[in-house]
C-alpha cells in the first residue's frame, strides 16, 4: 500500500490521496517513498517517487508543488506554477492537480457538495493560529455550509507537547481552544491539532467534517514523522477533479 483514500462522502468528480511511506526509491531516513525535494534527499529518488506517484494515484497532470512557509496564502493552480510560496492551494478546473507535504502538520481536504472545487490546505499550528482555515474558505464560491473536510494524516495529541506560548496563541483568539489541550507537565500541554482545526471550520460554518483517526508520530510503520525522526522523508497529499 501507497496510497490512503479519504473516507467522506466526495463527489465522484474529486478524487483525493495521500501518500505512506511505502514503496519507493529513497533510501536511509528518507525511506522509501518521500515525495519532498527540499529535506536532504537524493533528487534522483525523489523524482523516481513522484513519476511513480503520477502513475500510480492515476493523476491527469504534475501536481503544483508549493513552497510551504506555514503562513495562510492560498493559490489557484489556474494562475500558478510549482514553487509558489504558499500553504493551500485550490482549484475549480479539470485536470489541475493541488498538492501539500507533511510529515506531522494537518492536510486538510476541501471540496463542496456538487464536485466543482477543491483545495487542500498545509495546517501546521503556525498556519492554524494565523489563519489557514479561515483563508482558503475564503476561495471557495460555495458557502461553507456547502463543503466538505477530511483530515488526512496527523501527529495525534498523545505525541505532540507544546509550551504555554503556543496555547496561549490559540485560547487569545479563542477561549474554546483550551478544550484542544491536555496538561502534560509545568508549561507543558498535548495539543490536538485535529480538534482545533475542527473547532477553525465549525467556527466558518463548515459541519461536514471527516477524518482524524491517525497519528504520524505514533505509526513509523506507515508514516514520515518529524517530530519523532527529525531527518525524515515527507508524505504527499493531493486533489483534483475530473
Not at 88 to 102: D, E, K, Q
Not at 138 to 167: C, K, N, Q, T
Not at 181 to 199: T, V
Amino acid at each position: 500500500m501507497s496510497l490512503l483514500h479519504p473516507n467522506w462522502p466526495a463527489p465522484k468528480s474529486v478524487r483525493a490521496v495521500t501518500t505512506v511511506r511505502h514503496r519507493g526509491k529513497s533510501q536511509g531516513k528518507y525511506a522509501s517513498f518521500n515525495l519532498g525535494a527540499h529535506v536532504g534527499d537524493d533528487p534522483a529518488h525523489v523524482a523516481e517517487n513522484r513519476a511513480r506517484l503520477r502513475t500510480e494515484a492515476a493523476l491527469p497532470a504534475d501536481p503544483v508543488w508549493l513552497t510551504q512557509v506555514h503562513g495562510t496564502d492560498v493559490a489557484d493552480v489556474a494562475t500558478v506554477t510549482s514553487d509558489v510560496r504558499a500553504d493551500g492551494v485550490y482549484a475549480n478546473l479539470t485536470g489541475r492537480v493541488c498538492a501539500i507535504l507533511t510529515a506531522d502538520c494537518l492536510p486538510i481536504f476541501l471540496c463542496d457538495r456538487q464536485g466543482t472545487e477543491v483545495a487542500l490546505l498545509h495546517g501546521g499550528w503556525r498556519g492554524l493560529a494565523s489563519g489557514i482555515v479561515e483563508a482558503g474558505l475564503r476561495v471557495f464560491r460555495s458557502s461553507a455550509d456547502e463543503l466538505i473536510a477530511w483530515f488526512g494524516p496527523a501527529i495525534g495529541a498523545r505525541a505532540y507537547e507544546v509550551g504555554d506560548d503556543v496555547r496561549d496563541v490559540f485560547v487569545q483568539h479563542d477561549a474554546q481552544a483550551a478544550s484542544a489541550f491536555a496538561a502534560s507537565k509545568p508549561g507543558k500541554w498535548q495539543m490536538d491539532i485535529y480538534g482545533l482545526a475542527r473547532q477553525r471550520l465549525v467556527a466558518q460554518g463548515v459541519r461536514a467534517i471527516y477524518g482524524g483517526e491517525y497519528c504520524t508520530a505514533a505509526r513509523a510503520d506507515l508514516f514520515f514523522s518529524y517530530r519523532r525522526d527529525g531527518i525524515t522523508g515527507r508524505m504527499a497529499s493531493l486533489i483534483w477533479l475530473e
